[in-house]
């Protein structure tokens, strides 16, 4: 027989960088006579750092023997061939682990670990192929599955491993979500007030849909802010809502406007509902809605609105947080135990405002804050030009940030002020969230400021918001 180099690499996409890839033998199945000298023993560790390949040294030689070791234990829908191995040289099941930066952790990284992984090698006519599998693995088409593992918090994770262009040698791995966004808080210690939370927020979060724009045409890209709906918002991980109301066209909706100029959004009706559908399935998490910018302008009645929202919270009270103290704080004195699978509904106006009923008074942290029940510091950039909004934001998150009596949110939005030079809405959150992880990596960690309580986000996706929640939680970043 003759050794041989036999040559597995694991490459990440996703905008993610591989630091280190290893696997470690627990039980294995060679072809007899291909490893006189014990190359492959129980316990063996194979590293990769950087490279991303994984060497074997062992003998090729194809048998049914192997094969039948390697059926007996990963069942042929969990291998990247989605069908029993005929002949192969070698098995192992063992321990993957992966170690990236970038991403979401933007300068920081983390190991993930996967269990009963199989890795093994079989002949077709002109190559040494490798098959990867597991017992816990699931099949998603083309040559794809998704491994269940760990971070190095101990968290679950979910990767995808699938063959690379050359169909032979190469698994390309695609990490999927880090932690479980719609389920985040109930990793978080009941005991801990809401100041000392770091959230993902919405801002103009009714904004997914456009309806009765003004202009017809032309408005959308410069009023639309978010993707997804308050549901798929609350399923990617955002807890603090900007509900801006007006009533219009016979029912009370969100919108964004200048003047006449803008759209309205998803219905009020629907945000609740939404809202309240995720907490009873959720009862781990909470959801602040901030209702604000209630509409004066071009012949709608405030006083008519304010009174409309009212009377729709009542259908609500079985979700909303209510509190007997009439000058709670709501950012100091309430912790997470105590709002779990319940909406904090504030206000940034007096009418109707009862804790009792679940109706808190808002005020920003720049105005007088007697009688409010939560104070948020949120003042944004208003410019389109990204390194002035970061400028600006880093400025005020060092001077304000902390954990205080009040909330700091961190408005990572950039403005549209001007449609005929400005790119839209889309495009400018991009750029933003693309640049947050590596932001909040230098601020954080490497420079150990503090966290923001909330950070303020255009376009929520479970990239961007994984980037934020993983600061609540210990031995993410290694």
């Given at each position: ?16 960088t ?23 023993s ?56 992966l ?28 190559s ?7 017992p ?6 083309n040559n ?29 791995v ?17 005991a801990?007030?809401?100041?000392q939370i ?13 309806h009765?724009?003004a ?24 807890r ?27 219905a ?16 781990t ?9 209630i ?40 912790t997470?135990g ?11 106006y ?24 939560l104070?948020?510091y949120?003042?944004y950039?208003?410019?389109?030009d990204y ?12 001077t304000?940030g ?6 700091f ?13 400005d ?8 750029l ?39 600061y609540?939680?210990p031995?993410?970043?290694?």
């Amino acid at each position: 027989m003759t050794y041989r180099d036999n040559d597995v690499y694991f490459r990440v996409d996703g905008g993610y960088t591989l630091i280190n890839a290893s696997y470690t033998i627990e039980s294995f199945s060679i072809t007899p006579g291909q490893d006189p000298y014990r190359h492959i023993s129980q316990g063996l560790v194979t590293s990769s750092y950087c490279s991303g390949k994984l060497l074997f040294r062992i003998g090729r030689k194809g048998s049914t023997e192997v094969a039948a070791w390697f059926n007996d234990r990963v069942p042929a829908a969990k291998t990247n061939f989605n069908h029993p191995a005929g002949y192969l040289n070698f098995a192992f099941l063992g321990t993957l682990r992966l170690t990236l930066t970038g991403g979401v952790f933007g300068g920081g990284s983390n190991t993930f670990t996967f269990s009963n992984i199989a890795l093994a090698q079989g002949d077709s006519t002109f190559s040494s192929n490798w098959w990867f599998g597991g017992p816990d693995c699931q099949d998603i088409q083309n040559n794809q599955l998704t491994a269940p593992g760990v971070n190095a918090g101990g968290a679950r994770v979910s990767f995808t491993f699938r063959l690379g262009t050359n169909g032979v040698n190469t698994i390309l791995v695609t990490p999927g979500q880090l932690l479980d966004t719609a389920n985040w808080m109930q990793g978080l210690n009941n005991a801990l007030a809401l100041n000392q939370i770091m959230m993902p927020g919405s801002h103009d979060a009714g904004m997914s849909e456009l309806h009765h724009c003004a202009p017809a045409i032309g408005i959308g890209g410069y009023t639309q802010t978010q993707s997804g709906s308050i549901a798929q918002q609350l399923a990617d991980g955002s807890r603090y809502f900007d509900i801006r109301v007006d009533y219009d066209y016979g029912e009370l909706v969100t919108y964004h406007r200048a003047g006449p100029a803008g759209c309205n959004g998803q219905a009020l009706l629907t945000v609740l509902d939404q809202a309240r559908d995720f907490l009873l399935a959720h009862p781990t998490e909470t959801a602040i809605l901030k209702f604000s910018h209630i509409r004066s302008a071009w012949g709608h009645d405030p006083a008519d609105i304010k009174q409309r929202i009212n009377v729709l919270l009542d259908n609500y009270n079985n979700v909303m947080y209510t509190n007997n103290t009439p000058n709670i704080n709501l950012a100091t004195q309430v912790t997470l135990g105590t709002v779990r699978g319940r909406m904090i509904l504030v206000f940034d106006y007096r009418e109707y405002i009862n804790p009792a009923t679940g109706r808190f008074r808002y005020l920003d942290r720049t105005a007088s804050q007697a009688g409010a029940n939560l104070t948020v510091y949120d003042v944004y950039s208003n410019t389109a030009d990204y390194d002035t909004m970061k400028q600006d934001q880093l400025a005020k998150w060092q001077t304000y940030g902390g954990v205080r009596d009040y909330l700091f949110l961190l408005s990572w939005t950039l403005t549209a002020n001007n449609p005929l030079k400005d790119s839209n809405i889309q495009t400018l959150a991009t750029l933003a969230n693309g640049n947050l992880p590596g932001v909040l990596y230098d601020r954080i960690i490497t420079a150990q400021g503090s966290k923001p309580n909330i950070v303020y986000l255009d376009y929520i996706n479970p990239v961007v918001t994984q980037s934020v929640i993983l600061y609540n939680f210990p031995g993410v970043w290694i």
